[in-house]
Each structure stands twice: as structure tokens, then as C-alpha cells.
């Protein structure tokens, strides 16, 4: 099935969620590949999606973020003594900070969730984009074209990922962002780790958010999943890191934790 631009379109919406049949799926990869415009398109797309749909959708306070409220209500009921408007003053408090605490929350989630967009959008692109070569390229090949200062990490991905086949390291481009970028793969399933340099020293996950799941060489590592992509990622100080698997939560976790101390290593620069 050979796709024309005008035929492509329609079908990037299905392709960003992961929807396509697995021969329009092929032919829709064919298509981008040669297509700079529809790769453009579905950029453009997937931004979108990333900035306004993909963002608070499912999430509910956990235990944590309502003990947290109730403690701090109740701390400040317990600093205002007994007088009646001294109630309404403690009640009217903590109205505003139940207020202020959810919309801090949701801020804080949407935040996350657009910065692991960022991998997630790398991974769908390139990764599921089939922008990597048949034959795995050889550890030397990758260190070249990764570039100098990450050639570090090609033994570390290779080293930490024991059962995977590493079938591409290379730097790709999504949005205005470079990407050192993993392509592993175990049983027909497809895992990136991509590591992008941060265009700030604001450009960091929300300290007290609640969604981070674990912590991995003194990072914590925020985690969501999105079709059947399981999304982690961490701030290494210099750059944001991220493993996307297709293989679950629990192995994307599990990588990102192993690589963490070798993505840290990496020296900021300017
Ligand atoms: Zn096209
Ligand atoms: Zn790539």
C-alpha cells in the first residue's frame, strides 16, 4: 500500500494514539519517511496534542496529596484558637488552601505530563517513526554519531540493558530540540532512552508534585503511561532523561534507574 500526502493525513491522529492497523501502520511509516511535510504535520499534531489534550486527562489526588491538605487544615484550626470568627477566619483559610493546593497540583501534573511529552514525542516520531537503520549499527558507529560529549553513554546503554538488542544511537531532531537517542528493542518491542539538554535551569519537574514514582541516584523519576507507552523520565540537572517502553511501566523504570548515575555523569555544557 503505497500512501499519497493526501491519503497520509487523515490517518496521523490514529497513528499519534497508537490506533493503525499494522499494514496502514507500515504504510503510513513508509510515507513519513520520505515526506518532510507530513512529518512536519504529524510535529505539529502531536504538539498540540502534547500542550492540550494529553495533559491532566485521569488524574485524581492520591492518599498522600489528602492527608497532606487535612494536616495542614488542621494546623492551621489548631494555631487559631476557639473564638467563632476565629473559626470562620481558620475555615476560610483553609478553603483557600484546598483552592490553592488543587490548582497547584494540577498545574504541577500538567507540567510533568508536557515534560515527558517531550520523549514521548521523540519516541513515537523516530523511534516508531521506523528511523533506524536494519542492521544495528556497531558501538564505534554510535559513538561517532552521537557526538563526543555523550560517547560515555553508548557502553553505559549497552552495559545496562542486558537482553535488549541496541538497535540505534544516533541524534535525532523533534521540535526545536536535539535528541541523544536509543533505539532498544526485545521481542519485537520497541524501547527508546533519550536524554535532550534543557533549554533553561527553569525547565525542571515540579518539586513537590506528587507523581513521582521512585527515586534512582538521587533523582526522583516521574512516570506516566499514554497507549501502551509507558513514560519516565528525570532531570538530570543539565538535561531531561527519559525511557519510553513499550514493554511496560516496570522495565522503563527499571532502565532509566540503571543509566540515571551515567546520564548525572554527564558534564553541563554550554
Ligand atoms: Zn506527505
Ligand atoms: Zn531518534
Known sequence: MNLNC???R???DSYLTNELQV???HAVNQHLTGCAACRTALASRERTRAAVNSTVRGFVPDEAFTLQIRDAVRAEAATRGHLPWRWAIA???ASLLLLFGWRQWRLDTAQILARLALGKGDH???ARGGFFPDTPPTPAQMREQVGAAYVPL???VLDRSPGYVVREGHLCHWQDREFVHFILERQNRLVSVMLTRKHSPEEVFPRHALLSAMRAGG???YTTADNGMAIAGLDTGSHLAFVVSERGPAEGTALLAALAPSLALL???P
Do not use: F, M, S
Request: aromatic share 0%.
Open 154 to 156: 553508548v557502553q553505559a
Open 10 to 12: 487523515p490517518l496521523l
Open 219 to 221: 533523582h526522583a523519576v
Open 91 to 93: 475555615a476560610l483559610a
Open 124 to 126: 513515537i516520531l523516530c
Open 267 to 269: 558534564a553541563p555544557q
Open 6 to 8: 493526501h491519503e497520509a
Open 23 to 25: 499494514e496502514t501502520l
